[in-house]
């Protein structure tokens, strides 16, 4: 992967890690709210983007933004209801909606408790109506798993099919259950993108996807290479530490 353009940001552990997450949600909305009364973001689950939302949510940073003038989508979810503990709805509603007292018409959730391919297909028409086709994010948040995978974009679920879809339904194996995930055709087309990756367990991962053959079937988070927007990495020092290049290693 190391001929897409990016920036990679090492931070030294995982609080500093959801803090630089967090500023840079607040330095790009600030930045496209400059431009225009609108900023559209694609929510991640994951431990990083939890830790993330509760620092947007509380000072200094929650009043750094206009939050009215901001719409929360996601880059995906489980097929449960919003009520489940695993539902990516329930941890942003809990860390960063509700504390921020987001007006639901400003939330636009994947309806995990419909039929997954339902479900799938009701998101684009969301994306479509609301983005326009392709839909474009000011801001897609990212994790990176173990596996490599990012948002439900997981080994072995084809991540390459490149068709018109913008909201997938895949079957994922490991975890014996659906999932719903934008397409790389809609990560890629975001002005920003951002991949958290922190902790020890995605050091092989990360190392694999900076410095090794391209292979996004067998790490999907490969396939992240916004056309036109630009993509920051943050991981932490953990996370780095078998990597190799300089371009990421953590500052001495
Ligand atoms: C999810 C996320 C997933 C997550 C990664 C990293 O629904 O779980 O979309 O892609 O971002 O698995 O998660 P951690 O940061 O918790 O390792």
Redesign the pocket.
């Known amino acids: 992967m190391n001929d897409v353009s990016r920036r990679v940001h090492v931070l030294p552990d995982a609080p500093a890690l959801a803090q630089a997450v967090a500023d840079h949600v607040v330095d790009v909305a600030r930045f496209t709210l400059a431009h225009k009364k609108r900023f559209d973001i694609a929510l991640?689950?994951?431990?990083?983007?939890?830790a993330a939302n509760a620092l947007l949510a509380a000072l200094p940073l929650r009043d750094l933004v206009d939050w009215a003038l901001v719409r929360f989508f996601f880059?995906?979810?489980?097929c449960v209801p919003p009520t489940d503990d695993e539902s990516?709805f329930k941890m942003a509603d809990e860390t960063l909606l509700e504390p921020l007292e987001i007006a639901e018409t400003q939330v636009f959730r994947m309806r995990g408790e419909d039929e997954p391919a339902a479900a799938a297909r009701a998101y684009a028409g969301v994306l479509r109506r609301e983005l326009g086709d392709p839909p474009v994010f000011d801001l897609v948040m990212?994790?990176?798993?173990?596996d490599g995978?990012?948002?439900?974009l997981f080994p072995g679920t084809d991540p390459l099919t490149d068709d018109d879809a913008l909201v997938r339904a895949p079957y994922v194996e490991k975890f014996s259950t659906h999932?719903l995930?934008l397409t790389p055709r809609v990560i890629n087309a975001a002005r920003y993108v951002s991949i958290?990756?922190?902790?020890a367990?995605?050091a092989d991962a990360l190392r694999e996807v900076f410095e090794g053959p391209r292979d996004p079937l067998k790490h999907p988070v490969e396939i992240v290479a916004p056309a036109g927007g630009k993509l920051d990495w943050f991981v932490d020092a953990a996370a780095a530490a078998k990597l190799q290049t300089t371009e990421a290693r953590p500052a001495t």
Request: no cysteine; glycine share 20%.
């Open positions: 991640a689950g994951g431990s990083t983007p939890r880059s995906d979810e489980r990516n990212l994790g990176m798993g173990p995978h990012t948002a439900s999932r995930t958290a990756a922190g902790g367990e995605k």
